[in-house]
């Protein structure tokens, strides 16, 4: 009986189950691996064109992508994927706005009290500083992931997932 109905259960998953394509960016020498979804955004470069292509991808399928602009690429010409860094992205921010934040509060508070000067030297520096900080983190939010033999490769595999509603 408890077989009868392990069985049902298992045949009745069936039908919610499907297979979708997915592009994998892998690096096995340090365990690192990216997967791309359809509308996950997405950078590229590809071999013989110096600009990257950017954009959501729209399809996967057995041997290359279509991303948003209409541009097919093939996975043998994808010379390198760019990666944004969630985390660091996330910081940049939160620097730049506490700069900002920072030097409006010492300006409304010396405004109410009637302090001079108004603008003072030192929370200038700070706020400078720490949106500069900022600003530099962000050149480093996105990795260049080069895509070669040795290196890091791009596959796509299907994946099972369950059907939305």
């Known amino acids: 009986m ?3 109905i392990a069985l049902i259960f298992c045949l009745t998953l069936i039908t919610c189950v499907s297979a979708q394509n997915v592009l ?4 096995q020498s340090i365990g690192k691996s990216y997967k791309f979804f359809i509308d996950d955004g997405i950078k590229v470069l590809t071999k013989g064109n110096p600009k990257k ?3 959501r991808v729209t399809d996967i399928l057995d041997s290359s992508i279509v991303i948003s602009n209409g541009t097919v690429v093939d996975l043998g010409k ?3 994927v760019y990666v944004d860094r969630k985390g ?3 910081i ?3 620097l730049m706005a506490f ?3 920072y030097f409006t509060l010492d300006v409304v508070n010396n405004l109410l009290n009637n302090d001079h000067p108004t603008i003072r030297s030192d929370a200038g520096i700070i706020a400078a500083s720490s949106a500069a ?3 530099l983190l962000w050149l480093f939010s996105e990795r260049k992931c080069p895509v070669s033999k040795y290196k890091w490769k791009v596959k796509i595999i299907e994946m099972p997932h369950f059907k939305s509603k």
Do not use: D, H, P, R
């Not at 994998?24 to 690096?27: G, H, P, W």
């Open 99 to 101: 700069g900002v934040m």
């Open 88 to 90: 660091i992205q996330i």
């Open 53 to 55: 292509i950017s954009g």
């Open 92 to 94: 940049s921010s939160v």
């Open 78 to 80: 994808i010379s390198a």
């Open 24 to 27: 994998i960016l892998e690096n």
């Open 133 to 135: 900080a900022g600003g």
């Open 2 to 4: 408890k077989k009868t």
